[in-house]
């Protein structure tokens, strides 16, 4: 079965930080750009971060510039997502998604074929 699975979500206080993985099962995320989502409370879904199959080309939303870093290590299959200056209101499910374009390597697209089940990111003192 092909999915994906997302962990390293927690409790942390504001300021903290947590380091998400995404991985694959059944398939391999390389040529896959890789997205982060997330979905608090009575909230829609926010696009986070996403970085191509290359690697080369990242975007963020303005709501977590400077402060969430997306990276991916092909040679451990594993796409990462740095939380740094965590405030309550990064608090949500956190979710990863894969999407493949084969003539698309260096950019993010909107399209996604593999989601994860989430993990969920509470900011809290």
């Known amino acids: 079965q092909l999915q994906l699975v997302e962990s390293g979500g927690g409790l942390v206080q504001p300021g903290g930080s947590l380091r998400l993985s995404c991985v694959a099962a059944?398939?391999?995320?390389?040529?896959?750009?890789i997205g982060w989502f997330r979905q608090a409370p009575g909230k829609g879904r926010e696009e986070v971060s996403c970085?191509?199959?290359?690697?080369?080309?990242?975007n963020y939303a303005d709501s977590v510039k400077g402060r969430f870093t997306i990276s991916r290590d092909d040679a451990k299959d594993v796409v990462t997502l740095q939380l740094n200056s965590l405030k309550p209101e990064d608090t949500a499910v956190y979710y990863c998604?894969?999407?493949?374009?084969?003539?698309?390597?260096?950019?993010?697209?909107?399209?996604?074929?593999?989601w994860g089940q989430g993990t969920q990111v509470t900011v809290s003192s």
């Open positions: 970085i191509s199959a290359t690697g080369t080309n990242t």
């Open positions: 998604a894969a999407g493949f374009f084969p003539t698309m390597q260096n950019i993010c697209i909107n399209t996604y074929d593999y």
């Open positions: 059944g398939f391999t995320l390389n040529h896959y750009h």
